[in-house]
């Protein structure tokens, strides 16, 4: 168990995407099949290239590789811990998920679109292995920043305005990363992840610790969305395509969670959060933002607005697990970000064909969706009946272990927010598969069929995975089991 | 093969692996995907699948049954889902559920093959017939509250499909009370599970001997909330609002289902509930202090009763409750005059008896076996006759496409075998000697008159409720067959009109076939109601339904007759096995119960006062034409959860209202004051650089411009770390050249 290598490996994985460069440069004009065929295969390969890592990740050994060093103590460098690995895992399936459902979708400005999709990958996976804060901070920037084509891609004046937004918020919560990043190293010397807390023995006063850690909070905080915070998240979902906004709600949205988690485990240390008492503010904040954005969710009426206001919610539930602090409450909380990255992956895409087949967005004209595309309704029921929490879809695991994880804590009282959000969930979704199977057709568009092949497999290949999450937990490879080693390491 | 022992009460029980109990729960689904394939492709081949995978999924349950109740074995499946603890477990109580929720998921499927084949979407209705008949089957052999919670909620969810099977407005109406209440429950139940789990420091039915868990309030507070979940399941009132509702809605074969075996699975749950109650450490016997009041016991100082007195809180507020159910839905039950509707109540008040019976047992404790024997007994008698009358009323509709007691009459002339069968689940229902009611409900009074002895006036009173409702039940049963099938048949002199009516009232005739525009097979039923109207032309169109519908039906009165003659065998065989394998009850109950005899002169002398309560009451009100009396919709609780309901969505409407209007008033506010900030960045860059660059957009640059700032002044401030300055412009750079990049 444990131990460290040396490793090239995640530098291919880094630079595996940037293929699709080379794809756009030599067969853009010229044989545009091929190049999107290259566009699809460096995320599968990428995914390939990660599965290399998965025996190590299973023994619980990291992998290292330094870059450059920059000034003494501070360098480039990547280390591939189970956690790092989890979520690379989990970035790259929904990636090969969401390029593939791309090919069906976008048949505008292509190159573009798949050239800043491949690099975001590479940024994202970049986040996902890196060595020390300063490395996550390098690629957390790059990635906001190349996620800003994506969200303008229709060039639409709400689009470009959803964009100008979101770079605001993005670039200004760098900003405020950067501050707490200089802090951290001014007071404690460095920046490494090494699987003990980075500023807990450096005799740094309480007062100083809090303030890093809340500027941290305010930086991170904007990716995931964190109540007063979330201002971009409503805006960017609608405007984005929908495999943009799948990755967008999915994925990017966890980076900032990434970046909380490594903050909690590998800069703060979960005895020096109890002790300095930060997590009670924490939880109250994601409780507020848990029942507040549902509330929101269920005043929208525009689907994919509603998606959005449903993921800030869910992301929050992910912040609740992890500040309870207990051991089924990070359990639930890590799982939840596959699980929240699956469901919400199927009901982004799935209101992509629902647009494009059904030429609506909004969710009081989707009735009898369910008789014209059966299998596209089917799967967005599943993902919802995930979001509430029902058994069998992987929902009701994370909400499971979140309930017992506030038992755990002691902290019983955050159980009525888990319930209260579930009901919420139920007033804001149920309506909408009802509405779509058991209400007579009055579709605006009369001739509709199920969308092309690429965007149907892929949404329904999203779904098959919130089931399989939900029922299979413990097979080994699943999440469950990554997560089980991560925590042998924390000392929960 | 696995092999160990578990110590169970006195007995000592085997639990065996074995693959049966997941065959059981495998055959429906594996049904229920062939019946989505084959479809509408071929309609028998389909029925016949539907038929045969649920006949193996009960022929499974009997295979079980000799091994489990007379070798005392647990059989055990196990699952390698969810958290690896996912098994399967026919145990005695269980495995007496299972087979009755299969056997009359057989049997209605068997009539849903005549009765669905006037209704559209039939793939659809046996394909989740199917599945929702798994996790019942799920629900029954859990062996622990994870995989009850589970199939628990499965059920509730899969149900929804069958009740809004029509489709109609009335149909949706009631689906969305059903599908919120299962919600509700659901959350409710998830809540108990988790508290028990984690202070009981084990999943399964009995708390961990070495947990304190009995002893806590937390204990309290998780059985109040499991209670909660599956009282909403087990129509108690005031929980019972989505029953009227969504048993009348959904097609006779299903509402059968629904009320027959589905609203168990809320009495099993309170069953495995007042289990976990009873729990391992020796429960203390009884003690003369017991006898004070049971809620000034709810949290006495330490003493070894404590655990008892959990569980005799629980039981008195399940028996209270239980009063109001019964003889709630029994008065309700005499005041309607849609059949179906009239069927929903009685299933309430009807819960109320096992609630009742469940409640003595927990009441009494240590010596409870009798309202436990009495509960179980009249869970399995209910779903025969219920499931019976639901199917006969199904038969009239089928027939007669009316659901109007005002409308029907005269019907056994065209419809002999029909009536029999109706007759013969009413006088189950009204407890009459030889017929299967009977049993269970002397052994309900004797459990009600045994607490009563320990609980003083209040549970006395109880009593007395029980004698009340009992005459009220035959009132109503007897109201029902005698307009639906004796008489004269009464007609509607403006049906067409009054159907009309019905249909956009909410009130009335919530039948499958109300939503007249809707289906095909109701627009016939329109222009045949039209037609007719005089006893005439009843003589032309009514006639009996199809044999497979007679023999669906006549298996539920076999079962009727079967439990009715032998109640000795039924006592010695099934109900004192499954009582001397569960909890700690006093042994010599047990063997008491075995060879109870229930045909005495003063147990038939018992039901006099009630058939005497029933037969004035039915004179009374038929003298008096109360039958039709119509109460207000402020009496139901049901129009107070609807007012809060919506005055919740209200306030989330006006609270997001409100944001927005904040955000309209303070959004210009908070744009000058960035604009301030801006024009100030630009200043302080302008003076730094010495020259202007052209900006592209003010408003884009101005965060990497605070990015630039910010690194600034950090790096003055932390000076003589040199190369920390050296990383600050590094990063300046790149990010610079990024927006440029991208600009």
Known sequence: ???????????????????????????????????????????????????????????????????????????????????????????????VIASFYSLGYISTRETRYYCFLSLNLSFCLGVALSANMFTLFIFYELMSLFTYPLIIHDETDIARRAGLKYLVYSITAGAIILAALTMQFYYSGTLAFTGRPAVGGAGISAGVLKIIFSIYMLGFGVKACIMPLHGWVPDAHPAAPAPASALLSGVILKVGVFGILRLVYDVFGVELLRK???????LYVASITIIVASIF????????????????????????????????????????????????????????????????KDVREMDGAGAKIPLTMIAFSIAALGMMGTPVTCGFISKWLLALG????????????????????????????????????????????EAPLSMLFSTLSCVVFVLVLGVFVTVPGLPYSLIKIVMKVIPL | MSFYVVHHGTNVIKAVSSSLPGIAMLMPIIGALLVFIVGDRSEKTRNILAIVFSAASFACCLTMFYSVFSHGKILQTKLPLFFGEFVLAADRLGLLFALVASGAWLFSTIYAWGYIQHEERRTRYHTFSLLTEAATLGIFLASNFFVLFVFFELMGMLAYVLVVHSQTYEARKAGVKYIFMTVYGGLSLLAGIVLYFAYANEIAFVPDEKSSYLLTSACFIAASFMMVGFGIKAGMIPLHVWLPLAHPAAPSPASALLSGVMIKAGAFGIIRLIGSLHGSPATPAMEGALASSAVAEHFPSVHASVNMGNLRVIGWALIVLAAVTMVGGMVLAIVQTNIKRLLAFSSISQMGYILMGLGAAAFLGHEGAIGLAGGVYHIINHAMFKALLFLGVGAVYYSTHSLQLTELGGLWKKMPVTTFLCCVAGLGIMGIPLFNGFASKTLLHHAIVEAANVGGPLIKAVE??????????????????????????RGSKSEFHDSLEADSSNLSNPGPGSGLSFSGAAVKAHSFNEKQGTADSLEKHVSEVPLVMRIGMAAFACGIFAFG???????????????SSFGNFDSHMVHHIASEHIFTLSNVKGILPSLGIGVAFFLIAAKWDLFRIRLPETFGIDYYYSKIEIGFLRLCLAGSKRHAELRAKYWPLAKSFGQYISDWVVDIRSRYRKRKRAVVDRLVTLPLDIQGFAAYIIARQFTGDIAYGTVIIALVIALLSIGVLIW
């Open chain 1, 406 to 449: 506030s038992v755990e804590a002691h902290r019983g009282y955050f159980i009525p927010v888990l319930l209260i959000s579930s009901l919420l969930n139920a007033v804001y979704f149920l309506p909408i598969i009802y509405s779509a199977f058991f209400k007579k057709v009055t579709v605006k568009k009369l001739i509709s069929h």
């Open chain 1, 276 to 282: 300095l008492g930060v997590s009670l503010p924490m």
């Open chain 2, 464 to 489: 007395v409720i029980f004698i009340i409702t009992a005459g009220g039940t035959i009132c109503y049963i007897a109201k029902l067959i005698v307009l639906t099938f004796f008489g004269h048949y």
């Open chain 1, 1 to 95: 168990m444990g131990g460290e290598i040396k490793s090239i490996l995640p530098i291919f994985i880094i630079f595996m995407p940037w293929l699709s460069l080379a794809g756009a440069l030599l067969w853009r004009n010229r044989r545009p099949s091929l190049a999107r065929f290259v566009y699809v295969g460096s995320s599968v390969l990428t995914f390939l290239l990660i599965l290399l890592l998965y025996p190590r990740a299973m023994k619980g050994i990291i992998s290292t590789q330094a870059i450059l060093d920059i000034a003494p103590r501070i360098s480039l460098g990547f280390r591939v811990d189970t956690l790092g690995f989890y979520f690379a895992l989990l970035l790259s399936v929904l990636w």
């Open chain 1, 297 to 360: 969710a269920i005043t929208q009426t525009d689907l994919k607005r509603r998606l959005a206001y449903s993921s800030v919610g869910q992301v929050s539930y992910i912040i609740l697990g992890l500040f309870l602090l207990s051991k089924s409450g990070a359990t639930g909380a890590l799982l939840h970000i596959a699980h929240h990255a699956f469901m919400k992956g199927t009901l982004f895409l799935c209101s992509g064909i629902i647009m494009h087949e059904l030429g609506t």
């Open chain 2, 565 to 579: 003659l032998f109640p000795g065998l039924v006592l010695s065989k099934i109900v004192a096995p499954l009582l």
